[in-house]
Each structure stands twice: as C-alpha cells, then as structure tokens.
C-alpha cells in the first residue's frame, strides 16, 4: 500500500528564512506525488506536482520540491518565507488502487514571524 | 470557471439526525471524490464517481454514509443517525480526466460537521 509521512507537524520560521518540509513515500510502483496547501478556511489548493517529467518541480508562490528516488522523498522548499506563506501544507501520493484517489500525511503547520 | 463549491459550510446537528452535504464539482470534470479530515489528520479518501456511476468506497464508509451523484453533475453525501465521532470536515473534489493519476484535484471550501 502507498503512503506518505510527513516529518514534523509544525515547523516555525523567520521572515526571509528557508523554508523546509519534509515528505517521504512508500510505494510499490512509481508514485505520483502532490503539494497541497490549506489557509485557514479555505480548501485545498495544489501547490506542485511530481509526474515523473521532471525531477525537480516548481510550483506556485515560489515553491519548489525536489523527487530523490533513492532517498524516497519529496521534500518542499521556498528560498525565502513570507508571511503570507503561514498555513498547513498537505503532502499526498496518487493511489493506484483507489481510482487515484489521494492518500495525504497528516500535515505540517508552517508558521512565519517577522 | 467557477470552482468547486459545497453547502452548506456548516452544520451543527444532535446526535441521531440526519444531515445532507452538496457538492457541486467544476463544470464538466468527470470524477468527483469526497474526503473527510479530522483535527489534526490529513483528508482521507472515502468515496468517488466516475460521471454517475459510484466506483470506489472506503472501508471509512460505513452503512450510514450514503453519496450519490445522480445526472454526472452535482453529489450529495448522506449520514443517518449521526455519532459525535462522524464530527469533521467533509471535502469534495474534483478532477478532469478519468483514471489519470497525475491530474489535479480541486477542492471545494468543505462542509464542517459538529454533532453534539
């Protein structure tokens, strides 16, 4: 079965600062793997996606995230964190066996101060 | 394009009613999921159509969760006799390809369900 895990549930930055969050899979077959983003309120919005194009992909509001095969991950990075960028960031895998349904992690809460 | 809109927002409700969610997908995409996210979790899968036809259901949904999607369109999620443990966010999404595995899923805002 697929999944995703996300390392730390709550990362805390200053404004400016790298921004890092981890995601690595579990998967069978090769995966297909999503960055969503979630602001108070509000639904899920895609960020970036990885369908084997390219390893490295850049999506929107500056973020990038890199597949490393070898490491099984997906992590999600931004050179420099605005204040804007404070919401919950949702790392997800294409379930082959659930008609690609989502399988998400359980989320990491991404806080930015000034 | 008017996005995926859901109603109600909110719903608060006594243990034991019955409540129903509307989903009302991006005009002409052909699949349409539901997910439920609790505090803290991550959406979970519980079901998705194919136009009309219901193909897949998460052993998340039990005998009191019932969804529908009757002309392709627009679905609704059923849950009779609600339990305080059914309280959660309920997200609908949509997407344009069928069986595409990298196509994007677009959410809707989500109908927040509190059973007291």
């Known amino acids: 079965a697929q999944s995703v895990t996300q390392l730390g549930s709550h990362v805390s930055v200053s404004e400016g600062a790298l921004v890092l969050l981890r995601c690595n899979y579990s998967?069978?077959?090769?995966?297909?793997l999503f960055w969503y983003v979630q602001y108070p309120n509000q639904g899920l919005q895609l960020l970036l996606k990885y369908t084997s194009a390219a390893t490295l992909v850049k999506g929107i509001n500056g973020f990038e995230a890199e597949f490393k095969k070898s490491e099984t991950s997906f992590h999600l990075t931004k050179p420099s964190a605005h204040m804007s960028d404070a919401a919950e960031y949702f790392c997800a895998v294409s379930d082959d066996q659930a008609g690609t349904a989502l399988i998400f992690g359980k989320g990491t809460t991404l806080s930015v101060s000034s | 394009d008017t996005g995926v809109s859901q109603d109600p927002r909110h719903k608060i409700t006594k243990r034991g009613q019955n409540v129903t969610f509307r989903c009302d997908p991006i005009s002409e995409h052909n699949r349409l999921y539901w997910y439920r996210q609790t505090l803290g979790q991550g959406p979970e899968f519980l079901t998705y159509f194919q136009n009309e036809a219901q193909l897949e259901k998460s052993r998340l949904l039990s005998d009191r969760f019932s969804a529908e999607r009757p002309k392709g369109s627009f679905s609704t999620l059923e849950i009779q006799r609600t339990e305080q443990g059914d309280s959660a966010m309920y997200l609908c999404?949509?997407?344009?390809?069928?069986?595409?595995?990298?196509?994007?899923?677009?959410f809707g805002p989500g109908t927040r369900l509190t059973v007291l």
């Open positions: 998967s069978s077959v090769p995966p297909y």
């Open positions: 999404a949509s997407s344009a390809r069928s069986g595409d595995p990298t196509d994007t899923q677009y």
